[in-house]
T-cell receptor
């Protein structure tokens, strides 16, 4: 039982198209996060959520939006994908004691 | 702003030996959390060990232990009796305690550890 899943796991799209990545958790955690991982940069925070409809920007939020209408789902949207958004995206859920549990990652390629 | 620095991009160790991965961080906070995460080739991030800054005792989890030096802002990871399955990228991370909208986990750029048979 993974507790947190991401979909899709792989996606190839074209520049200018919208893309939505979904994160789903079954642990009822309040905190959820979207990170991107790129060579030489480690993981960088895009957006995070501290409750239903409560979200905030991270370090690299330009070009991304998020929504959290239910505790279990956290969506990341690229309104108009660009090649610079080619990356591996990780969703995470966080406990009140500061531990994060990550999904398996979603590899996005923007051509 | 907080920063996390891992000065060793790559390291290798022989199976069954001990290796230490370095991490330093910069913060003006007095209370915070520090973590080591492991990312094997399967890509999934796995929590290895966690330290709360107000605790002086170093955290340990089986073969993994940390050397937490708060004044020096240093948080190194020691892996004893290294196993082939320890081969992975290791990320050091910093987090301010939760409160309101806080909870941002800040990562270092990682150290690639190879365990050789």
């Amino acid at each position: 039982d993974a507790g947190i899943t991401q979909s899709p796991r792989h996606k190839v799209t074209e520049t200018g198209t919208p893309v939505t990545l979904r994160c789903h958790q079954t642990e009822n955690h309040r905190y959820m996060y979207w990170y991107r991982q790129d060579p030489g940069h480690g993981l960088r925070l895009i957006h995070y959520s501290y409750g239903v409809k409560d979200t905030d920007k991270g370090e690299v939020s330009d070009g991304y939006s998020v929504s959290r209408s239910k505790t279990e789902d956290f969506l990341l949207t690229l309104e108009s994908a660009t090649s610079s958004q080619t990356s591996v995206y990780f969703c995470a859920m966080g406990t009140d004691t500061g531990e994060l549990f990550f999904g398996e990652g979603s590899r996005l390629t923007v051509l | 702003a907080q920063t996390v620095t891992q000065s060793q991009p790559e390291m290798s160790v022989q199976e069954a030996e001990t290796v230490t991965l370095s991490c330093t961080y910069d913060t003006s906070e007095s209370n915070y959390y520090l973590f080591w995460y492991k990312q094997p080739p399967s890509r999934q991030m796995i929590l290895v060990i966690r330290q709360e800054a107000y605790k002086q005792q170093n955290a340990t989890e089986n073969r993994f232990s940390v050397n937490f030096q708060k004044a020096a802002k240093s948080f190194s990871l020691k892996i004893s009796d290294s196993q082939l399955g320890d081969t992975a990228m290791y990320f050091c991370a910093f987090m301010k305690p939760y409160g309101g909208s806080q909870g941002n986990l800040i990562f270092g750029k990682g150290t690639k550890l190879s365990v050789k048979p």
